[in-house]
């Protein structure tokens, strides 16, 4: 099976701050790489999608990279609604749907 | 409005047996995959069972292997997982979500359901 490991497991920041936060996998899942967020364990929200796309309505201060193995979602100038939990997921064929543990991005 | 609404979650002894039900509406529910992911207290999300929009594929994970069975009903708009053999550490709130097959991405989830398994 794919694991997905995320650093930090914790974050903290202040208003305004640029944030980065990785996504490993233990092997290459070739750009199928979705980042959520979810507030207080609720639904969770799809922010991107294929590693970099942004999903419809997600503020353009999220932005994701990465191929291969190694994956980042950034937040450019953190804001007061982004204080949540983020996590990644992967897909592949062979292993489908896994997600990181998790990075709790809380106020510093 | 485009929306999953779970229901049938509770609590049951272990060894027991649950139906849960997702609601959809907003959308054309025989496009699209479906899928449940579930979070157990103070921990992260899980992906337990995906299934294709004709029912033709099914991929479980293999935590629920063999206990849990993904199923759909087209006509009605609705998406099931019938849970056997329940343990304590399959406590957790069950969400529904709706798959891409184009990003391979869960982009709309319902809020929730709690299973609690104790005796």
């Known amino acids: 099976d794919i694991q997905m490991t995320q650093s930090p497991s914790t974050l903290s920041a202040s208003v305004g701050d640029s944030v980065t936060i990785t996504c490993r996998a233990s092997?290459?899942?070739?750009?199928?790489l979705a980042w959520y967020q979810q507030k207080s364990r609720k639904a969770p929200k799809l922010l991107i999608y294929k590693a970099s796309t942004l999903e419809s309505g997600v503020p353009s201060r999220f932005s994701g990279s990465g191929s291969g193995t190694e994956f980042t979602l950034t937040i450019s100038s953190l804001q007061p609604d982004d204080f949540a939990t983020y996590y990644c997921q992967q897909y592949n064929i062979y292993s489908p749907w896994t997600f990181g543990q998790g990075t709790k991005v809380e106020i510093k | 409005e485009v929306k999953l609404v779970e229901s049938g979650g509770g609590l049951v002894k272990p060894g027991g047996s649950l139906r849960l039900s997702c609601a959809a509406s907003g959308f054309t529910f025989s496009s699209h995959s479906m899928n449940w992911v579930r979070q157990a207290p103070g921990k992260g999300l899980e992906w337990v069972s995906s299934?294709?929009?004709?029912?033709?594929?099914?991929y479980t994970a293999d935590s629920v292997k063999g206990r849990f069975t993904i199923s759909r009903d087209n006509a009605n708009n609705s998406l099931f997982l019938q849970m056997n053999s329940l343990r304590a550490d399959d406590t957790a709130v069950y969400f529904c979500?709706?798959?891409?097959?184009?990003?391979?991405?869960?982009?709309?989830w319902g809020q929730g359901t709690m299973v609690t398994v104790s005796s």
């Open positions: 092997q290459s899942i070739s750009g199928w």
């Open positions: 979500a709706r798959g891409s097959s184009q990003t391979r991405a869960f982009d709309i």
């Open positions: 299934i294709t929009s004709t029912s033709n594929y099914i």
